[in-house]
Nanobody, 123 residues
């Protein structure tokens, strides 16, 4: 059973930084892409960043390019999202995600999500 547990969310002022982490369990994820989604109130869930199983290819939504960095540690089944220069519009619940099928692309598709961690950016 795939389990994804996110941590690191919180309240930060605009311009600040946060680091989100996700620990995955239930299988060995070293051969799977991993990603981060977010969902703001009243909006659809969107893919923010993704990384291939090798870590050599990444995807970023245009809205976060240059500010967010995704990385992974296959030895510990973790994926991290470093967020800098945060804006109020980054406020959302952030979800870690993994696909059902290995060796996928950084853009997905993704099939499993964690419970999420709240990120709130004040102006």
């Amino acid at each position: 059973q795939v389990q994804l547990v996110e941590s690191g969310g919180g309240l930060v002022q605009a311009g600040g930084s946060l680091r989100l982490s996700c620990v995955a369990s239930g299988r060995t994820f070293s051969k799977y892409a991993m990603g981060w989604f977010r969902q703001a109130p009243g909006k659809d869930r969107e893919l923010v960043a993704g990384i291939t199983w090798t870590g050599t290819s990444t995807y970023y939504a245009d809205s976060v390019k240059g500010r967010f960095t995704i990385s992974r540690d296959n030895a510990n089944n973790t994926v991290t999202l470093q967020m800098k220069s945060l804006k109020p519009e980054d406020t959302a619940v952030y979800y870690c995600a993994v696909p059902e099928v290995p060796f996928g692309q950084s853009q997905g598709p993704y099939d499993y999500w964690g419970q999420g961690t709240q990120v709130t950016v004040s102006s």
